[in-house]
């Protein structure tokens, strides 16, 4: 791919899910994080860095989904979720129009960055089919049968723990949504293609809010400020 501003930037915000493990009772990405949504989080640092926004929200809750996306002044369109993430993402890219890249960012991750989308576009704009930020793996990792006894302790060096956004090649990742496999991730869909997957530095704020616990951290983040964005 070509470097230069000609470079046209879809951005991708998945918030159809209904955030079932944090226990609240409308869907996650409506939840709040210091009085705005984790949604709205997400819209406020990202849209700005992208040429065309689609917003996927949760098919019971498209109003609530306007309503947010209307206060952030972002003019993004919305379409209504699938079942699973895999299927939220297919619905987001077929609501885009011609873009070069595609970045897709779940809405439970609303401490994202402009530079962690930067530095991912970068690293797609050098020649990888996708990026995305991770992070090394700071616990042991061990294997379990029946979900408690330990089999064998997994090397760790090797492993990565990978965030959103996540930024591919656009005719790279439709490819791979067209074969209609399921995958916890994108870049899984790309891979299992032969695609080549680059990852850059991720960061601690950059977590996904998924158990209760989780909103108080982000809560810790957010009233911590914004350190100097790394490149
Ligand atoms: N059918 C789905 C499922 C998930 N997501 C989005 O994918 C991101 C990551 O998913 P996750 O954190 O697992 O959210 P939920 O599926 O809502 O969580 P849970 O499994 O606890 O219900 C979230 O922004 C979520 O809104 C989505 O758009 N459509
Ligand atoms: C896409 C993701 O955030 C990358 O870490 C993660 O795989 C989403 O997982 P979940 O199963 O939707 O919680």
Known sequence: MTAGPAIRVGL?????????????????????????????????RLASAAHEVVVVGPP???????????????????????????????????ALGSVDVIAVHDAARPLVDAAALRRAVAAVVGGADASAPALPVTD??????DGEVVTRTVDRSALRAV????????DVLRAAHARGDDATDDLALVEAGGGTVVLVPGRARYLKVTYPDDLLLAEAFLASGEPEEPE
Request: charged share 20%; glycine share 14%.
């Open 12 to 44: 991708v915000i998945v918030a159809a899910g209904s955030g079932t493990r944090l226990g609240h009772d409308h869907p996650k990405a409506f939840v709040r994080l210091g009085g705005r949504s984790l949604l709205a989080h997400a819209l406020d």
């Open 60 to 94: 019971g809750h498209m109003a609530e989904a306007g309503v947010q996306v209307e206060r952030s002044g972002t003019a993004a369109r919305i379409v209504p979720g699938g079942a699973t993430r895999t299927g939220s993402v297919a619905a987001g890219i077929d």
């Open 140 to 145: 042991t990792l061990k294997e379990v049968a």
């Open 163 to 170: 965030q959103t956004p996540q930024v591919f090649r656009a």
